[in-house]
């Protein structure tokens, strides 16, 4: 079962969206998922993540932060991420994704071979 996303949209830049994945649970729970985008002819960027630190902790790629924030409900093993003042150039296809294992650094969070568990992405469209 891949996880699910829902939330993607067109808005104007500055706007704000919130994306929303579901997965199906043990070992893919909500502390071990994360967001990446890529846009056409880009490579995959990751876009934030939860990782142990103790305790789920999260990290995010330098170009989101403080405009990006990651959250989780453990009881619907969800995760979201809110968009604010988004800018053209963040146009992309963003997928959320799981791991079966615990990583305790920020550099394995945000890489993309760290997951198993891929959704099939959820397009935002971002005009200037």
């Known amino acids: 079962v891949q996880p699910v996303e829902s939330g993607g949209g067109s808005v104007l830049a500055g706007g704000s969206l919130r994306l929303s994945c579901v997965e199906s649970?043990?070992?893919?729970?909500?502390?071990?998922m994360a967001w990446f985008r890529q846009a056409p002819g880009k490579e995959r960027e990751g876009v934030a993540a939860?990782?142990?630190?103790?305790?789920?902790?999260?990290v995010y790629g330098d170009s989101v932060k403080g405009r990006f924030t990651i959250s989780r409900d453990n009881a619907k093993n969800a995760v979201y991420l809110q968009m604010n003042n988004l800018k053209p150039e963040e146009t992309a296809k963003y997928y959320c994704?799981?791991?079966?294992?615990?990583?305790?650094?920020?550099?394995?969070?945000?890489?993309?071979?760290?997951?198993?568990?891929w959704g099939q992405g959820t397009q935002v469209t971002v005009s200037s």
């Open positions: 994704a799981a791991r079966s294992h615990d990583v305790f650094s920020a550099v394995q969070a945000l890489a993309g071979d760290t997951y198993s568990h």
């Open positions: 939860f990782f142990a630190f103790p305790g789920a902790h999260a």
């Open positions: 649970g043990f070992p893919y729970t909500s502390d071990r």
